[in-house]
């Protein structure tokens, strides 16, 4: 089993529908989850972060963290076809002082079709 | 603010021939990530770098592979001789330092060894 599973998808949705996606992760030390946008051919780009559980808005996105079910989400709302891209999840736990090393998941290819 | 810039974008080599790939971190970034994205996988960390010195390289396959970050600021990753599942892309990320995970990526040099 890896340390984070996510579903590679690919998901295709309509313009200006809510978008879910999600992780899951064995490792309980993780505190740090992140979510980042990779457009083709692009590296990717921070989107959110966020400490331990929770959720944290920002416009359209919207992360949750649940670590009692080691299970995190990012929602958009009123996708936009601008919003096309491969969602990656990613954690890290503190270790030596440090929370460097980030354990990604596969990537969700989203289309966000007008 | 300039991101993190990478060079060449793409290379194309025939196998054991040699390759480098180039990196600028963001200014003022100590920390230097570079990673691995092989196609529908998430990035993983090949070496971490805190300004000149490389302080976690246990994913590197040292056999062929080295990097060095002169001066504490470009970084330079070498294959030497190039396999063909070397084909994939190499990210360089960079981060203000190794406590601060909030790591901001490169657009990659996609490496394709025939």
């Known amino acids: 089993q890896k340390e984070v599973e996510q579903d590679p998808g690919p998901l295709s949705v309509p313009e200006g529908a809510i978008v879910s996606l999600n992780c899951t992760y064995s490792?309980?030390?993780?505190?740090?989850f992140m979510w980042y946008r990779q457009y083709s051919r692009k590296g990717p780009e921070l989107l959110m972060y966020t400490y331990s559980s929770g959720n944290k808005e920002d416009g359209r996105f919207t992360a949750q963290v649940d670590k009692s079910s080691k299970y995190i989400s990012l929602f958009i709302r009123d996708s936009q076809p601008s919003d096309s891209a491969t969602y990656l999840c990613a954690m890290s736990a503190l270790s030596g002082g440090s929370n460097y090393k980030l354990t990604f998941g596969k990537g969700t290819l989203l289309t966000v079709n007008p | 603010e300039a991101g993190v810039v990478q060079s060449p974008r793409y290379k194309i080599i025939e196998k054991k021939q040699p390759v480098a790939f180039w990196c600028n971190p963001i200014?003022?970034?100590?920390?230097l990530y570079w990673y691995l994205q092989n196609l529908g996988q998430g990035p993983e960390l090949l070496i971490r770098y805190e300004n000149e010195e490389a302080v976690d390289d246990s994913q590197l396959p040292k056999d062929r592979f080295s990097a060095e970050r002169l001066k504490g600021v470009d970084s330079t990753l070498k294959i030497q001789p190039a396999e063909l599942g070397d084909s994939a892309v190499y990210l360089c990320?960079?981060?203000?330092?190794?406590?601060?995970?909030?790591?901001?990526f490169g657009p990659g040099t996609r490496l394709t060894v025939l």
């Open positions: 200014s003022g970034h100590n920390t």
């Open positions: 490792n309980s030390a993780f505190q740090y």
């Open positions: 990320a960079s981060s203000v330092w190794a406590g601060n995970n909030e790591q901001f």
